[in-house]
């Protein structure tokens, strides 16, 4: 069965903390991994894709890794701000950019960054 | 640049009453277009997907539908809600062949 299990559920940090939150996925055929922000009340916004062949990608303070052969996969936030408080969800995807893009979703890392 | 856009941002519906939402994509041609629901506490969930005008695949049964009347517009609809509807409904586009689904802003679904 293709499922996508993120951990932490929640995770509140200070200001200017580091935190990792991780994502674990059965998804076969594995084509690529993406992260998304979802701020609360607003549509996920993309901030990594990596493809089986990339097993890093950073998008400022934030770096993805990717393990395809244990599938797994982890999001460090480094320096955290106020506006990094958001669902963070890890998405996989099978196909390899095919017509319909189906995607598998994790019910994503709530994360809370308080002063 | 693409933009897509969804409306209403939040709707309150009584139970039996009918429903219709709103997504629109602008400078892209011919996107697949997505419909997710996003209940509290659970990931997004795969409604319907098209590839072209009036080419609508449905991935749950349930109570709505969804049409495709111009290439860049794709409706949710329901004749009669059920409390089980509420939730964060989420269009997304893509170009076919490449990875990346961009999501709009959503619609704020509470059936009551």
């Known amino acids: 069965k293709n499922q996508v299990e993120q951990s932490p559920q929640s995770l509140i940090i200070l200001e200017g903390k580091n935190c990792t939150l991780q994502c674990n996925y059965t998804v076969s055929p594995f084509s690529n991994l993406r992260w998304y922000k979802q701020d609360t009340g607003r549509g996920p916004v993309s901030l990594t894709i990596?493809?089986?062949?990339?097993n890093t990608k950073s998008n400022g303070r934030y770096t993805a890794t990717l393990d395809a052969d244990t599938k797994q996969s982890s999001l460090h936030i480094t320096a955290s701000q106020l506006s990094d408080s958001a669902s963070y969800i890890c998405v996989v995807s099978p196909d390899r950019g095919s017509t319909l893009g189906r995607l598998y979703f994790g019910r994503g890392t709530q994360l809370t960054v308080w002063p | 640049s693409q933009t897509i856009h969804q409306w209403p941002a939040t709707l309150v519906q009584p139970v039996g009453s009918p429903l219709s939402l709103e997504c629109t994509v602008e400078g892209t041609s011919n996107p697949n277009l997505y419909w997710y629901r996003q209940a509290a506490g659970r990931g997004l969930q795969l409604l319907f997907y098209?590839?072209?005008?009036?080419?609508i695949s449905s991935e749950v049964p349930q109570n709505l539908s969804a049409s495709r009347p111009q290439d860049r517009q794709f409706i949710l609809s329901s004749k009669k809600l059920l409390l089980s509807d509420s939730g964060f409904y989420l269009c997304?586009?893509?170009?076919?062949?490449?990875?990346?689904?961009?999501f709009g802003p959503g619609t704020r679904l509470t059936v009551t």
């Open positions: 990596m493809t089986f062949s990339e």
């Open positions: 997304a586009w893509k170009t076919s062949g490449t990875y990346e689904q961009y």
């Open positions: 098209s590839v072209g005008i009036g080419q």
